[in-house]
T-cell receptor, first 111, second 106 residues
Framework: NAGVTQTPKFRVLKTGQSMTLLCAQD?????MYWYRQDPGMGLRLIHY???????AKGEVPDGYNVSRLKKQNFLLGLESAAPSQTSVYFC??????????FGQGTRLTVV | KNEVEQSPQNLTAQEGEFITINCSYS?????LHWLQQHPGGGIVSLFM???GKKKHGRLIATINIQEKHSSLHITASHPRDSAVYIC????????FGKGTRLHILP
């Protein structure tokens, strides 16, 4: 039982490159979330999903896309990375009425 | 939109002191989380509560639904409690406060 696993842990991108962050959970959670954490800003919700095949926008969705083709996976895509997307990204999952479990974070730098 | 406010933003205390961190939110919720984030970044869920009070070791969390307010207390604080404590509220999604940075001096 691994909980919530994020891949990769670190990445450096050049401006304009694309990449996909993978979040995988093995707890059969319906809800999955992608957050970014920036100094002084706290955790801000990018996108979330309340079940397989569904996604919804959070507070800061621009520049990101997501997909939830399988219940256990929630993918976060950056189509054309910008320096403003340099951040630490956290994935989380939960049932509807239970605590959330977090991945270990992905540190992304866009140069 | 739910606004989540935490206070204080920063707190430094001596080992052994009783610590209180407060969280207020603006819209009705289904549950409130308290989370801990240590240097190095990992986030750990401490409590989820929707009413009353929960206790785990030296940590106590309370919530007043009518006043839209929750508190996290740490009794007999220790330097290893030094971390950022984050309040988060849940309706159909989870919204976080900006966190309280706690530093316990030996």
């Amino acid at each position: 039982n691994a909980g919530v696993t994020q891949t990769p842990k670190f990445r450096v991108l050049k401006t304009g490159q694309s990449m996909t962050l993978l979040c995988a959970q093995d707890m059969n959670h319906e809800y999955m979330y992608w957050y970014r954490q920036d100094p002084g800003m706290g955790l801000r919700l990018i996108h979330y999903s309340v079940g397989e095949g569904t996604t919804a926008k959070g507070e800061v969705p621009d520049g990101y896309n997501v997909s939830r083709l399988k219940k256990q996976n929630f993918l976060l895509g950056l189509e054309s990375a910008a320096p403003s997307q340099t951040s630490v990204y956290f994935c989380a999952s939960s049932y509807a009425d239970t605590e959330a479990f977090f991945g270990q974070g992905t540190r992304l730098t866009v140069v | 939109k739910n606004e989540v406010e935490q206070s204080p933003q920063n707190l430094t205390a001596q080992e052994g002191e009783f610590i209180t961190i407060n969280c207020s939110y603006s819209v009705g919720i289904s549950a409130l989380h308290w989370l801990q984030q240590h240097p190095g970044g990992g986030i750990v869920s401490l409590f989820m509560l929707s009413s009353g009070k929960k206790k785990h070791g030296r940590l106590i969390a309370t919530i007043n639904i009518q006043e839209k307010h929750s508190s996290l207390h740490i009794t007999a604080s220790h330097p290893r409690d030094s971390a950022v404590y984050i309040c988060a509220v849940k309706d159909d999604k989870i919204i976080f406060g900006k966190g309280t940075r706690l530093h316990i001096l030996p």
